[in-house]
């Protein structure tokens, strides 16, 4: 079993910045891909950022050169800093990370979400 937590959300003004953390627990034996998602209401859950285990990024158009995305194995932690935000960048932010577990099995895990408001 694996759990996650997510921290870090909030309200913030346009032109703000966020720090996004996701931390995971349980029998991990090692975590391959690691990802931010987002779902804005009436949306459909897009992908933001995703980095590989080998350190590898991959960032939504919408978002390259504002977010940055970075992990930290030993604390089975992926961050998502967001920077210049923007109203557009509102929504429920969730992270998922393909764990392979203690027992050699894999599996996606997401976490809870957490609301980001940009607004004045």
């Known amino acids: 079993q694996v759990q996650l937590v997510e921290s870090g959300g909030g309200l913030v003004q346009p032109g703000g910045s966020l720090r996004l953390s996701c931390a995971a627990s349980?029998?991990?034996?090692?975590?391959?891909?690691m990802g931010w998602f987002r779902q804005a209401p009436g949306k459909q859950r897009e992908l933001v950022a995703g980095?590989?285990?080998?350190?590898?990024?991959n960032y939504a158009d919408s978002v390259k050169g504002r977010f940055t995305i970075s992990r930290d194995n030993a604390k089975n932690t992926v961050y998502l800093q967001m920077d210049s935000l923007k109203s557009e960048d509102t929504a429920v932010y969730y992270c998922?990370?393909?764990?392979?577990?203690?027992?050699?099995?894999?599996?996606?895990?997401w976490g809870q979400g957490t609301q980001v408001t940009v607004s004045s």
């Open positions: 980095i590989t285990s080998g350190g590898s990024t």
């Open positions: 998922n990370l393909h764990v392979l577990s203690t027992f050699l099995t894999s599996q996606d895990y």
């Open positions: 349980g029998s991990i034996f090692r975590i391959n891909a």
